[in-house]
């Protein structure tokens, strides 16, 4: 017997949360929404799994770069 879910998320609240936060905490944000959604797809076998490890992959390298990024602003400073 299946059960109902409720999904009381608001993007509302969270868009206002998340909007004003520097760009870093967002990537790390996407990047923590992106493992968690992989996992799952994984997780149920769904056929778009692959895609999506392949977009965290990116969003992971691109974090990379950022920390890289600031790490030579703060040494150049």
């Known amino acids: 017997m299946a059960t109902a ?3 009381d998320f608001s993007f509302d609240d969270f868009n ?6 520097p760009a870093g905490l967002q990537v ?6 992106l493992a968690n ?4 797809l ?3 076998d769904n056929p778009r799994a692959s895609e999506a ?6 969003v992971k390298i691109l974090r ?3 920390k ?4 030579a602003r703060a040494k150049a400073e």
């Open 5 to 7: 879910q409720r999904n």
């Open 16 to 21: 206002k949360l998340t909007e004003r936060v």
């Open 28 to 33: 790390f944000l996407a990047q923590q929404l």
């Open 37 to 40: 959604a992989c996992w799952q």
């Open 42 to 44: 994984d997780k149920w």
């Open 53 to 58: 490890n392949t977009v965290l992959t990116q």
């Open 64 to 66: 990379n770069q950022m």
């Open 68 to 71: 890289q990024d600031a790490a």
